[in-house]
């Protein structure tokens, strides 16, 4: 029936969202020990800090099957060149 396939697929689009969400939460995990020091660290550690961040973000793209394309990447590289600006 009509209703039977409209359920359906809004069930299959949660389900695809929460798989997003899940792995999108693995790989922000991954960069987040990055965090701590940029927003407590002393601000000469950052060219420390940089290329292993910057590393860790194209991981990111080059794995995740969510984060892999040039909006979202592009927005998560504005977010952490905002934190390192407020540093």
């Given at each position: 029936?009509?209703?039977?396939?409209?359920?359906?697929?809004?069930?299959n689009e949660i389900i695809d969202k929460w798989h997003e969400s899940q792995n999108n939460v693995q790989y922000l995990c991954?960069?987040?020990?990055?965090?701590?020091?940029?927003?407590?660290?002393?601000?000469?550690?950052?060219?420390?800090?940089l290329p292993a961040l910057i590393h860790g973000i194209r991981m990111?793209?080059?794995?995740?099957?969510?984060?892999?394309t040039s909006e979202r990447i592009s927005s998560l590289?504005?977010?952490?060149?905002?934190l390192v600006k407020i540093v």
């Open positions: 029936s009509h209703v039977f396939q409209k359920w359906t697929s809004v069930h991954a960069i987040q020990k990055f965090f701590d020091p940029l927003y407590n660290g002393d601000p000469e550690t950052l060219p420390d800090l990111i793209n080059n794995t995740s099957r969510f984060y892999n590289f504005i977010k952490v060149i905002l």
